[in-house]
């Protein structure tokens, strides 16, 4: 007979995804999963398989905890506008009690950048441009823009936020506000 899990799966998944998100996958051990999320690695095996599998529920788990700015994001019609919030969004998931600094996504996007891993690098790929279409139909927004201007401050506004991200590790909440306030003045 099979024993009972003496623990909730998506309460662990939290618990590995806050300690991914603040050391990346490579410098997340089996001893620090098992740690962090207080069963064993017999437990961590059975229900996730090894290292990596808690690593992509991880990265899902992160996802569900973005998806209502996401939501909104998508939802929202004032075009530029509509991007300059995305950004001021994402920098207070950082601020949440509990969360860790960065983006979680764009951690992994640049950890595993250049490494062969196709299941990574397709949810990273799929991510990134998700966000970059976002973007696109924001900035479209603005009529008097032609396809190329869009596509350059689509690929601009990309690159912004991953400096973002990063920024949001080490920056003041003020050096956070001006960085988002210039990104913005010649959008």
Known sequence: ??????????????????????NGYENTSMQML???MGINKFSIYSSFGNKYGVFLESLKSYKAKTKTMFDTFKEASNGVEDIKQFFYDS??????????????????YNEFSGIEDALINEEMTSFMEGVKNLFIEKLKMDTSKDEETILKQAN?????????AAATRVNTQKEIEDYIE????NI
Do not use: P
Not at 2 to 22: N, P
Not at 91 to 108: H, S, V
Not at 156 to 164: E, Q
Not at 182 to 185: E, G, L, R
């Open 1 to 22: 007979m099979a024993r009972k899990k003496q623990y909730i799966e998506s309460e662990v998944i939290d618990k590995a995804m806050l300690l991914f998100w603040r």
């Open 34 to 36: 098992e740690k962090e």
């Open 91 to 108: 920098a207070k998931i950082c601020e949440q009690e509990g969360n860790e600094k960065g983006c979680l996504l764009t951690n992994t």
């Open 156 to 164: 601009f506004l990309v690159l912004a936020k991953h400096g973002l």
């Open 182 to 185: 210039m990104t913005f003045m």
